[in-house]
C-alpha cells in the first residue's frame, strides 16, 4: 500500500540554524512527491514538488528537497531557520501522477528557538 | 489568500445532525477536492470533483456525500454525525484533472458535541 512517514512528530530547532525534515515513502513506481506548509489556522501551501529529473528540487522560502530513489525518502531542508518557518510541515506522494488526490504524512511540528 | 474559499469557517453541531459544507475554487478552476484532518487520522483525501462530475474517491464515509454544481461550486454533505467526525475539513481546486498543482482553502472546523 502506498504510505507517507515523516519519523519526527515536532521538531525544535534555534533561528539561524538549519533544518532537515524526513519524509519516507512507499510507492510501487516514481511518485510524485510534495512538500505543503501549514501555518496556525491557514490552509496548506505547496513549498515544493517533485516529479522527475534533477533530484533536488528547490522551492519557494528557502527551501530545497532531495529526492533519493535508493532511500525512498524525499527530506526537506533550509539552511537557515526563521522564526516565521515556524509551523507544520506534510510530506505527500500523489500516486498515478496525480498532483491532487494526495496521500499525506502525519507532519512534523517544527518549533523556532529564539 | 489562496483564492479557495470555505463557509462556514467554524461549526459546532450535535451528534445525529446533518451539516452543509461549501467550498468556491479558484476562479477558473474546474477540480475540487475535499480533505478531512483528524487528530487521529491526519490528513485524508475524501473525493475529487471534475466539471461537475466525481471523478476520485479516497477514504470517504457512506454519510457523507458531495456534489459539484454548474457554477462549479462545491458542497460536503456529512450526515448522522458522530463525535469521530469532529475535524477540519479542507477544500482545494486545481484548473485540471490531476495535472496541476492543488490550492487549498483555510478549512472549515466542525465540532461534534
Known amino acids: 500500500a502506498q504510505s507517507v512517514t515523516q519519523p519526527d512528530i515536532h521538531i525544535t530547532v534555534s533561528e539561524g540554524a538549519s533544518l532537515e525534515l524526513r519524509c519516507n515513502y512507499s510507492?510501487?513506481?516514481?511518485?510524485?512527491l510534495f512538500w505543503y506548509v501549514q501555518s496556525p489556522g491557514q490552509g496548506l501551501q505547496l513549498l515544493l514538488k517533485?516529479?522527475?529529473?534533477?533530484?533536488l528540487v528547490q522551492g519557494i522560502k528557502g527551501f530545497e528537497a532531495e529526492f533519493k530513489r535508493s532511500q525512498s525518502s524525499f527530506n526537506l531542508r533550509k539552511p537557515s531557520v526563521h522564526w516565521s518557518d515556524a509551523a507544520e510541515y506534510f510530506c505527500?506522494?500523489?500516486?498515478?501522477?496525480?498532483?491532487?488526490?494526495?496521500?499525506f504524512g502525519k507532519g512534523t511540528k517544527l518549533s523556532v528557538k529564539p | 489568500d489562496s483564492g479557495v474559499t470555505q463557509t462556514p469557517k467554524h461549526l459546532i453541531t450535535a451528534t445525529g445532525q446533518r451539516v452543509t459544507l461549501r467550498c468556491s475554487p479558484r476562479?477558473?478552476?474546474?477540480?475540487v477536492y475535499w480533505y478531512q484532518q483528524s487528530l487521529d487520522q491526519g490528513l485524508q483525501f475524501l473525493i475529487q470533483?471534475?466539471?461537475?462530475?466525481?471523478?476520485a474517491k479516497g477514504n470517504i464515509l457512506e454519510r457523507f456525500s458531495a456534489q459539484q454544481f454548474p457554477d462549479l461550486h462545491s458542497e460536503l454533505n456529512l450526515s448522522s454525525l458522530e463525535l469521530g467526525d469532529s475535524a477540519l475539513y479542507f477544500c482545494?481546486?486545481?484548473?485540471?484533472?490531476?495535472?496541476?498543482?492543488?490550492?487549498f482553502g483555510e478549512g472549515s472546523w466542525l465540532t461534534v458535541v
Open positions: 482545494a481546486s486545481s484548473a485540471g484533472l490531476s495535472g496541476n498543482t492543488i490550492y
Open positions: 510507492y510501487g513506481a516514481t511518485p510524485y
Open positions: 517533485y516529479f522527475s529529473g534533477d533530484t
Open positions: 505527500a506522494v500523489g500516486p498515478g501522477g496525480s498532483q491532487g488526490n494526495l496521500i
Open positions: 476562479s477558473g478552476d474546474l477540480s
Open positions: 470533483y471534475y466539471n461537475g462530475e466525481e471523478r
